[in-house]
């Protein structure tokens, strides 16, 4: 934690402590991407086929799908394990965790062995994901995208290669990126708001040195930035409902039923788009690993879009648009399917399909990559905080498992109609959103609290133009405004009056 001088950090601090966080921050993130597409590469390599005895597509969901429930289970002993055990110490037993799965997996000869590695190796997965708004969790998601673009070049290049090491590499390679968090978290500081939470006063001296060498204990800012953590510790302990209130639907106002699940469709593709091209669009088992990897460019290209409109063009706009131009790009898909076995143009068709499975991509990372990590943390209030998280992380895991698990089985069933489902799913999402779904960009999470609380019985909130507008609504920011400047008047009235005691 220090140097030869006894500096914690390495004497670093401001900037450079903070870089520091963020490269063990996106290392984790490249991983979790990395983690996600990797197997969607190998399960079309004939030598892992053969070494798991050829399963078939149910049991091929199984391995691929552990994934999912390895996520969710992490989610929940996060939620039950972490606060107690604090920011770093989970976030090295989960590495630990991860690195102990990534070897058994790779010396895997069994498929009852794979799935067990398979589920050791993620139960990490949310530990290290914190909850950032705006451009900062598009950015997260975009070094995943960036994990999972690799994982797919590194499949495809080792495709070329005979004999084990073109699956058993790939996920050895998850070592690197646990030697990297490895050297690093240890020496990282805890969080100030774990710190504080619990009672510490060391929180303090991190606010410090991440603020810079420049900042003491006793500066206004550091102090506000104290002050802001206990007060919001203080609400979330003294309001937040129980699990029970929860499960009753007793949550006060904090907006909990506009907490829908997003996103489950990607998992269609993201997972399987080796396959999907190899069994649905009949492309070779090299072609649909070539194109699975260029579309995996294509994503991380277009992800930076959502970077510059996540603010701008608020979360409404972004989700209604992302929806509608997937499903849309589903349409085409299934339709395009449907004759892509025909014996005269059934290629060309092939073709089509293909272009809309990337076009599907270009409209998810512009739109929806980070929103469905990010909306549940602004929806919520302080005091749900902690408990919302933990539900909306668990619904998504569980849910993308479901998808996960039966997309092998309905490509092989159902053909091209498994795909109408997704049709349907992202269709419903447009009127619901429109319909349900507040504005949450520019806002406080307070602005929300009190959009809930002055219409305890809102649902729908399409007529309201306060919570549909992208602009923080003005009389939030006059309120804002008033209690500063009152807070400004006590302060300068206390220094008058101090200064007449000095004079009497």
């Not at 619990?198 to 991190?206: L, Q």
């Not at 999402?429 to 602005?447: C, K, S």
Request: neutral net charge.
């Amino acid at each position: 934690m220090g140097n030869s001088k006894g500096e914690p950090y390495f004497g670093m601090t401001g900037t450079k402590l903070n870089v520091w966080v963020t490269v063990a921050c996106t290392t984790a993130m490249t991983l979790f991407g990395y983690d996600q597409g990797v197997f969607g590469g190998i399960i079309v390599t004939p030598d892992f086929l053969e070494t798991m005895g050829n399963p078939g597509p149910n049991l091929q969901g199984t391995i691929v799908s552990l994934y999912d429930i390895g996520c969710f289970f992490g989610a929940i002993s996060t939620f039950i394990f972490g606060e107690n055990l604090g920011r770093k110490k989970t976030f090295m037993i989960g590495v630990v965790i991860m690195s102990i799965g990534a070897i058994l997996q790779t010396c895997s000869f069994t498929v009852a062995q794979m799935i067990v590695a398979r589920l050791i190796t993620v139960w990490q997965s949310e530990t290290s994901k914190p909850a950032w708004r705006g451009k900062l969790v598009v950015f997260e998601m975009i070094m995943n995208i960036a994990g999972f673009s690799l994982s797919n070049w590194m499949t495809y290049g080792l495709s070329f290669r005979s004999g084990s090491v073109a699956w058993r590499f790939p996920i050895a390679f998850q070592l690197v990126f646990s030697f990297i968090l490895l050297s690093t978290i240890p020496w990282l500081p805890e969080s100030p708001r774990w710190l504080l939470a619990h009672g510490h006063h060391e929180g303090v001296r991190i606010l410090v040195a991440l603020e810079g060498s420049h900042a003491t204990a006793k500066d206004e800012y550091i102090i506000n930035q104290r002050d802001e953590i206990l007060e919001a510790v203080r609400i979330e302990q003294e309001t937040a409902p129980s699990w029970r209130d929860i499960l009753k639907g007793r949550t006060g106002d904090t907006g909990m039923i506009q907490r829908l699940l997003l996103g489950a469709g990607i998992n269609v593709t993201s997972y399987y788009l080796p396959l999907v091209l190899q069994n649905s669009v009949g492309l070779s088992n090299n072609l649909a690993r070539l194109l699975a990897a260029c579309n995996s460019v294509s994503y991380l290209f277009f992800s930076f879009a959502g970077l510059l409109l996540i603010e701008k063009a608020g979360r409404r706009k972004l989700m209604m648009w992302g929806a509608a131009g997937q499903c849309i790009c589903y349409i085409f898909i299934s339709g395009l399917l449907s004759q892509a076995n025909g014996p005269t143009n059934g290629t060309k068709f092939g073709v089509g399909a293909t272009a809309f499975f990337f076009l599907y991509y270009v409209f998810f990372g512009i739109c929806w990559q980070g929103v469905p990590w990010l909306y549940p943390t602004e929806i919520n209030s302080l005091s749900m905080r902690t408990k919302g998280a933990a539900l909306g992380t668990a619904s998504n895991w569980i849910s993308n498992y479901i998808v996960v698990q039966i997309t092998p089985l309905g490509i092989a069933n159902l053909g091209w109609r498994f795909y109408l489902i997704w049709v349907v799913f992202n269709a419903i999402f447009v009127p619901l959103i429109w319909l349900v779904y507040p504005e949450t960009a520019n806002r406080h999470l307070e602005d929300i609290d009190r959009l809930y609380r002055e219409d305890r019985s809102m649902i729908f909130v399409f007529r309201n133009k306060e919570a549909i507008q992208i602009e923080r609504p003005q009389r939030f920011v006059d309120a804002d405004q008033e209690r500063i400047d009152m807070l400004v008047r006590t302060a300068r009235e206390d220094s008058g009056d101090v200064q007449v005691h000095v004079e009497d």
